[in-house]
């Protein structure tokens, strides 16, 4: 069974701070994905990674793939309320699968 | 845009009544998929489908079962609803080739009493 751990689970911090969020895996995926869930909604696709060593960033969002493929980070700079959410790692792991395994999140808040 | 709509965003019904979620794709994707999302626990597959009246199991069928007779349009179905099956109810779509890439509707809120 795989099994996609994601810390911290819980996050505070102020506006204009910088964070970072782990997805680690003892499975190695054929592509990782990152959602973002605002409460009440469904989650929302933010990026696909699949090259070991892959960054890739989206604005103030830089996101990367391990070596090994086995764990990703999220990594925020400047947060602003906007970004609260539960941010949800996903993997695929291919062999004609398209099954997820998804972590249990994190679910950031930031304060103004 | 991909554009993936559930029939309700909340609903409440009472033990024992069967249940109809309803999803619809509108970007010709094959793969369809119907979670459960549940605090502490995080999403669970309950069923997904790869083709037309094609279905596969997910990891938590039990008191499920699903329709697929049109590529666009996937139904969960709560055969005799109980209390436990209060939850927030996601369903998502993948175009084949795609791998993971799956794109989600605004969810279910099911409350059962």
């Known amino acids: 069974t795989q099994l996609l751990e994601q810390s911290p689970q819980f996050l505070s911090i102020q506006e204009g701070e910088n964070l970072t969020v782990y997805c680690n895996s003892s499975?190695?995926?054929?592509?990782l994905q990152w959602y973002r869930q605002e409460p009440g909604e469904g989650p929302v696709l933010l990026v696909t990674?699949?090259?070991?060593?892959e960054v890739k960033k989206l604005k103030r969002l830089t996101f990367q793939f391990g070596d090994a493929r086995k764990d990703s980070s999220l990594h925020i700079t400047a947060a602003q309320t906007g970004d609260t959410g539960l941010y949800l790692c996903a993997g695929a792991s291919g062999a004609g699968s398209y099954q997820l395994t998804f972590g249990k999140g994190t679910k950031l808040s930031v304060i103004p | 845009d991909v554009k993936v709509t559930q029939s309700s965003r909340y609903l409440v019904k009472r033990t024992g009544e069967k249940v109809f979620l309803e999803c619809v794709q509108d970007?010709?994707?094959?793969?369809m998929f119907w979670y459960r999302q549940d605090p502490g626990l995080g999403l669970r597959l309950i069923y997904f489908?790869?083709?037309?009246?094609?279905?596969e199991k997910g990891d938590i069928p039990e008191g499920y079962s699903v329709s697929r007779e049109k590529k666009e349009r996937f139904s969960l179905i709560l055969e005799s609803a109980s209390t436990n099956q209060t939850s927030m109810y996601l369903c998502a779509s993948l175009a084949r080739l795609r791998l993971g890439e799956q794109y989600f509707g605004p969810g279910t809120r099911l409350t059962v009493t």
């Open positions: 489908s790869y083709d037309v009246k094609m279905k």
């Open positions: 499975s190695v995926f054929s592509s």
């Open positions: 990674v699949v090259t070991g060593g």
């Open positions: 970007m010709d994707h094959e793969n």
